[in-house]
């Protein structure tokens, strides 16, 4: 830490100073009584670090967990103590499933008043140690900066993750001459000569190969040596749930991702595989399709795992091989790794390939509306670099199955299937990127749980588009009903506003399309729209998925 200053200073300004020091530059949240003394060193920041005022709190979450997506350092939500606490809360638990840097400051009840049930008071500690790499309270304001410092070394550390820091008001409130303390230092594991030579033999000994890639903490550096890899030894690579933008999708290697509503050849492929290596991937339950197409704990495959956090190998499967390393030290070894023979599983990948353009073929006799074809052609006049952000819900199995990601950093997905994230992640997306295409993607249902924020969107004037997938009914868990009580649907239908007339009330675009002929000179003055925009899409409700109906 560096010397005591010798300027007096307020909790809040130090916990400012401690995030600017550690390269934060935006927040979001609601602001709240508790952490008076933060907004104001805010004032003092601007514009070097911005405060996005938000109008619910899980919307704030959801927004600085999108923004570490595109930046890697962990993103910053502001919530008051109690009942903005739990509203952050499922934020948390996104960040948590999605491996992403990530750390929400609560303002607490002040510490004399705390244990007697004071105004909103909760234990934040106990209440989130479950759900966060770490959750504490700090005591004193002299702790501020050693706190923040480990808050982001622990996000970061290993398996990147969340953290919960609580500051009682009167902390906040309380001067000091503390010093900043030294930004957090990232921790690189790398893998060993003998990881890699291990890895070569393992590789050079296989029939039908696959690499499947996921997780965080990815670069533009670390894909582009991915997919040289990838080419010099003809290897077919599966995207993990919801990372299908760390290999251009267009390139011939790219054969398919496992995500919910996927391709069961592509599941098949998986499972007759007998080598795997897998690199940021910790295999979960939708990218092993409920751990059938990996077998738990002991895979039928050969099975190379790297990831960065070494709790995570073992923990389920058990690897062969398991390499502790972050994404960019092993891509960097896998360059330094003589390329194998490929030519006897040249087949493999073709019939992979060959497999994964057939499934983005559109369905014949679909709706007028064939949500399908709309996403086929956003695909195609949408920029290489424009971001994608969607949340949950059936409506997403079109736009995975149906959109090309071909850059880093376009895909902005919650691993954690929470509904609300599309318009949230593209706000942020946004903020980041002002300069770049974002669109958010949403069923009626996810957009309606954050819709508040679409307010934050025309506050910032952020030029985005909001795809809306209406069919009236929570779509994915109607499906489910209907395979286990058939004609039975019960608390699944939904009235809704009418979505272009709300966007209008903001002085915003709308407008609604209802057949395949309106929806590209529908997208294009939606995109065209000098503010935010909604395009709303009404779905024919039978349609369920791509392949279900009613």
């Given amino acids: 830490m560096n010397p005591q200053s010798e300027k007096l200073r307020n909790g809040g300004q130090i916990l400012v100073a401690a995030l600017r020091v550690n390269g934060t530059d935006t927040v979001f949240g609601v602001p709240g009584e508790s952490a ?35 930046t890697g350092r962990p993103g910053i939500c502001m919530a008051s103590r109690g009942p903005g606490a739990m509203h952050a809360a499922i934020g948390v638990h996104t960040a948590w499933q999605n491996s992403t840097p990530m750390i929400l400051i609560v303002g607490q009840a002040p510490r004399v008043h705390l244990g007697r049930e004071a105004f909103q008071e909760m234990d934040l500690v106990k209440a989130f140690a479950g759900s966060t790499k770490w959750a504490a309270e700090i005591g004193h304001p002299d702790q501020i900066p050693e706190y923040v410092a480990r808050a982001y070394q622990i996000a970061m550390h290993g398996r990147p993750g969340p953290v919960m820091l609580s500051i009682p008001e009167d902390v906040l409130a309380a001067t000091s001459a503390v010093g900043d303390a030294e930004p ?10 003998h990881d890699m030579a291990q890895l070569h033999d393992l590789l050079q000994a296989a029939q039908r190969p696959l690499m499947i890639v996921g997780g965080g903490g990815w670069t533009a550096h670390d894909v582009a040596g991915l997919a040289k890899f990838a080419q010099q030894n003809g290897l077919p690579v599966v995207a993990g749930f919801r990372c299908q933008d760390l290999l251009d999708n267009r ?34 339950e939708v990218t092993t399709r409920a751990y059938t ?29 398991p390499i502790n390393a972050t994404v960019g030290t092993f891509v960097d070894a896998l360059q330094r790794l003589a390329p194998v023979e490929s030519s006897r599983w040249s087949s493999w990948l073709a019939e992979g390939r060959a497999a994964y353009v057939e499934f983005q073929k559109p369905k014949q006799n679909a709706p007028a509306l064939d949500l399908g074809r709309a996403i086929l052609h956003l695909r195609d006049v ?95 868990i109607r499906m489910h009903q209907e395979r286990q009580f058939p004609g039975r649907p019960s608390g699944t239908s939904l009235t809704n506003p009418d979505f272009v007339q709300l966007a209008q009330s903001y002085g915003a675009h709308g407008e609604r399309v209802e057949s395949d002929a309106e929806f590209p000179a529908a997208l294009e003055r939606a995109l065209a729209a000098e503010g935010p925009a909604i395009l709303e899409l009404r779905l024919d409700p039978n349609q369920l998925t791509p392949d279900l109906s009613l």
Avoid at 296 to 320: F, I, W
């Fill in 36 to 70: 008076l003394p933060i907004f104001d060193a805010f004032l003092d920041e601007t514009p070097a670090l911005r405060f996005i005022v938000c109008r619910h709190e899980a919307n704030a979450a959801h927004m600085a967990e999108a923004d570490a997506k595109l």
């Fill in 184 to 193: 957090f230092k990232i921790l690189t594991p790398a893998p060993t000569a």
């Fill in 251 to 284: 390139d011939p290697h790219y054969i398919g991702d496992m995500s919910l509503g996927g391709s069961r050849p592509l599941a098949a492929r998986l499972a007759q595989a007998d080598f795997l290596l897998v690199v940021g991937d910790r295999l979960g």
């Fill in 382 to 476: 949408l920029p290489d670099d424009a971001i994608v952000a969607n949340g949950a819900g059936n409506c997403n199995i079109w736009l995975h199955r149906y959109f090309s990601y071909r850059q880093h950093g376009t895909q902005v997905a919650p691993q954690s299937g929470a509904m609300g994230y599309g318009l949230s992640a593209a706000i942020a997306a946004k903020l980041r990127h002002p300069d770049r295409t974002v669109v958010g993607f949403a069923g009626d249902g996810c957009f309606m749980m954050a819709s508040p924020d679409f307010a934050t969107a025309v506050h910032y004037g952020l030029k985005l588009m909001v795809l809306v997938a209406n069919n009236a009914m929570y779509g994915s």
């Fill in 293 to 321: 197409s990996v077998r738990c704990p002991d895979p039928a495959q050969v099975l190379v795992h790297v990831h960065p956090g070494s709790d995570e190998l073992g923990r389920v499967y058990n690897a062969h091989l």
